[in-house]
C-alpha cells in the first residue's frame, strides 16, 4: 500500500519523539487536586429545541478552571429520573467546531444511555475563553501560554481539566450510575476522550478516532505543522526563528501531550487510525496507542486519511452501549 509514515512494523513499536516533562505527573496531580476544590457552579436547564417525546434535553452549565463559563449538551432517557440508574457517554468535538446538534445526540438517549457534549473554550459554541474577550479565540490553542513561564496557563490545561470537570458533573446525577460511563470523539475530540479517560479513572470505555494533539515535534519533524497543527510552525518562525529553543518548547508542551496522559487510563479503549492521515499522521497516534496500559484495541484503514471513517460510527455506537 502506499505510505509516508513509519512502516507498519515499526509503528507497533514507536514511543514518540516529543520529550516529556519531569515534573509531568505532579504538574497533572495538581490540576486533580484544583478540581477537587473547584466549585463548579453547575447549573442546567430544559431546551425544548428538538420535538423528541422519549428523551429530555438540557442547556448544562458549569464553571471551569480560571472561571470560564463551560457549555454542554446534556441528553438523556425520559424515563431516566424516574428509573435504576443509567449508563452516560461523554461526546468531544473536532477542533473549531462545537457539539453536534440535538438530534444527532438523540441516538444514546433512544437506547437508554445519557450523553453530554461539551463544547470547547474559545472554539465554535457557547463555552468562553476567558483571555480576556468576549467570543471565539481560535487558532493559537495550542500555543495558548506557551511563552508564560507558568506552566499551568497552557490553555489546553483547561480544556482538558474541563472533560474531567463534565465526568465528574455528569456521574454526579442521581440518574447515572457512575460506574458505567464512556468517553469518545474523533481528531481534537479524540484526543479530549483520552485526556477525560486519563484524568478521570472511572471512565470506563474511550473510543477515539484519529487524535490530536499528540507528539508535537514527531508532526514538526514530518512537515506536518500545517492545518490544525499550523500554530507550531508560526510559533517556532516567530519565538525561536534560528531553533535555540525547540527543546525548551516541545519539553513545555509535553505537558499537553496527550502520548503522556494514556498511561494514566484506567478503561478500556478503542482507537481508530487511518495510515495516510496527513493531519495527525499515524506514528503520531501510535505514541499514545503504545503508552496504554489497560485493555485496547486499534482498528486500522489502510487506505483512510483524516476523514469520516466507514462503520467508524455504528463500531463506536456498539461499543459504548456496551456500558
Not at 15 to 41: C, I, K, M, N
Not at 99 to 123: F, H, K, M, T, V
Not at 268 to 281: H, K, R
Request: charged share 25%; proline share 6%; hydrophobic share 40%.
Amino acid at each position: 500500500m502506499p505510505a509516508f509514515d513509519l512502516p507498519l512494523e515499526e509503528l507497533k513499536r514507536y514511543q514518540g519523539s516529543s520529550p516529556r516533562p519531569s515534573d509531568f505527573d505532579t504538574y497533572w496531580d495538581a490540576a486533580l487536586v484544583e478540581l477537587d476544590h473547584h466549585d463548579a457552579q453547575v447549573r442546567f436547564e430544559p431546551n425544548a429545541t428538538l420535538r423528541a417525546d422519549h428523551v429530555e434535553c438540557f442547556d448544562l452549565w458549569f464553571t471551569g478552571l480560571g472561571g470560564a463559563k463551560v457549555y454542554a449538551k446534556y441528553v438523556r432517557p425520559k424515563s431516566a429520573e424516574s428509573a435504576p440508574p443509567v449508563a452516560a457517554v461523554l461526546k468531544f468535538h473536532g477542533y473549531s467546531a462545537a457539539s453536534p446538534d440535538w438530534a444527532d445526540l438523540i441516538g444514546y438517549a433512544s437506547a437508554g444511555i445519557a450523553i453530554a457534549a461539551l463544547d470547547c473554550r474559545g472554539q465554535g459554541g457557547k463555552s468562553e475563553d476567558v483571555g480576556g474577550v468576549q467570543g471565539t479565540t481560535l487558532r493559537g490553542h495550542i500555543i495558548r501560554g506557551l511563552e508564560d513561564p507558568d506552566p499551568t496557563k497552557l490553555m489546553y490545561r483547561s480544556i482538558f481539566t474541563d472533560t474531567a470537570l463534565l465526568a465528574r458533573i455528569v456521574m454526579g446525577f442521581d440518574e447515572i450510575d457512575a460506574g458505567r460511563v464512556g468517553a469518545f470523539g474523533g481528531s481534537q475530540g479524540g484526543a479530549l476522550a483520552l485526556a477525560c479517560g486519563a484524568l478521570e479513572p472511572r471512565i470506563k470505555r474511550v473510543a477515539s478516532v484519529f487524535p490530536f494533539l499528540c507528539d508535537y515535534r514527531r508532526i514538526w519533524e514530518m512537515d506536518l505543522a500545517k492545518q490544525a497543527f499550523e500554530e507550531l510552525s508560526y510559533f517556532l518562525r516567530w519565538f525561536d526563528p534560528r531553533h535555540e529553543r525547540v527543546e525548551e518548547i516541545f519539553t513545555k508542551l509535553g505537558y499537553i501531550d496527550i502520548q503522556n496522559l494514556t498511561p494514566r487510563i484506567k478503561g478500556e479503549v478503542l482507537m481508530f487510525t487511518g495510515l495516510m492521515d496527513q493531519v495527525c499522521p499515524p506514528s503520531s497516534q501510535f505514541a499514545a496507542y503504545n503508552k496504554i496500559q489497560s485493555k485496547k484495541e486499534m482498528k486500522l484503514y489502510p487506505d483512510y486519511g483524516h476523514e469520516a471513517i466507514p462503520q467508524e460510527r455504528d463500531i463506536t455506537f456498539n461499543f459504548l452501549a456496551e456500558l
